[in-house]
Antibody, heavy 120, light 107 residues
Framework: QVQLVESGGGVVQPGGSLRLSCAAS????????MHWVRQAPGKGLEWLGV????????YYADSVKGRFTISRDNPTNTLYLQIDSLRAEDTAVYYC?????????????WGRGTLVAVSS | EIVLTQSPATLSLSPGERATLSCRAS??????LAWYQQKPGQAPRLLIY???NRATGIPARFSGSGSGTDFSLTVSSLEPEDFAVYFC?????????FGGGTKVELK
């Protein structure tokens, strides 16, 4: 079954850290660029960053650069998002998304998302 | 950073009517423009990529057009399942952004 399944969300205190995971199945994960996108409650979509298929290259949105780190483990078909110094404004549903084609930067497969709530 | 502005914010229509959604970029995005549909509680779904190419499994009633800074998504005849929020998305210079969305609601 072709799918992405995020996990690792929850309630975190401001200043804390969290690592989200995205388990991929049903496609050749190691050949796909992968992205993270988030959506605050009732708001639009915000792109966070990308990691290339081999994990050797990544780009981030200016708004999260330095606090967010994307990594991947191709042998286990898993994508990660490390979030540090969490703020209230990081509260959102976090989605992982697969590129439709090589270097396409549009997404034909999304996970269902994992909710991160930053609150004291 | 390229800003995408979608209009209108809300479109109130009836089934069978034509829907035309607009997406304007603050600078040229070439042909790197995609459209997504999102329903409540669901992840977005890719409809159109590279301005006018329908994604796999997307019905022919969805079409995209435009160039440079002005783009549109047209739904030729709304089906009940088309009432949702639609986002445009661009990628340039190793950055990506989404528009704020247009909600297509039942009139």
């Amino acid at each position: 079954q072709v799918q992405l399944v995020e996990s690792g969300g929850g309630v975190v205190q401001p200043g804390g850290s969290l690592r989200l995971s995205c388990a991929a199945s049903g496609f050749t994960f190691s050949t796909c660029g992968m992205h993270w996108v988030r959506q605050a409650p009732g708001k639009g979509l915000e792109w966070l960053g990308v990691i290339a298929s081999h994990g050797n290259l990544g780009y981030y949105a200016d708004s999260v650069k330095g606090r967010f780190t994307i990594s991947r483990d191709n042998p286990t078909n898993t994508l990660y998002l490390q979030i540090d110094s969490l703020r209230a404004e990081d509260t959102a549903v976090y989605y992982c998304a697969k590129e439709r084609g090589h270097d396409s930067w549009n997404f034909d497969l999304w996970g269902r998302g994992t909710l991160v709530a930053v609150s004291s | 950073e390229i800003v995408l502005t979608q209009s209108p914010a809300t479109l109130s229509l009836s089934p069978g009517e034509r829907a035309t959604l607009s997406c304007r970029a603050s600078q040229s995005v070439g042909s790197y423009l995609a459209w997504y549909q999102q329903k409540p509680g669901q992840a977005p779904r890719l409809l159109i990529y590279d301005v006018s190419n329908r994604a796999t499994g997307i019905p022919a009633r969805f079409s995209g057009s435009g160039s440079g800074t002005d783009f549109s998504l047209t739904v030729s005849s709304l089906e009940p399942e088309d009432f949702a929020v639609y986002f445009c998305q661009q990628r340039t210079n190793r950055a990506l952004s989404f528009g704020g969305g247009t909600k297509v609601e039942l009139k």
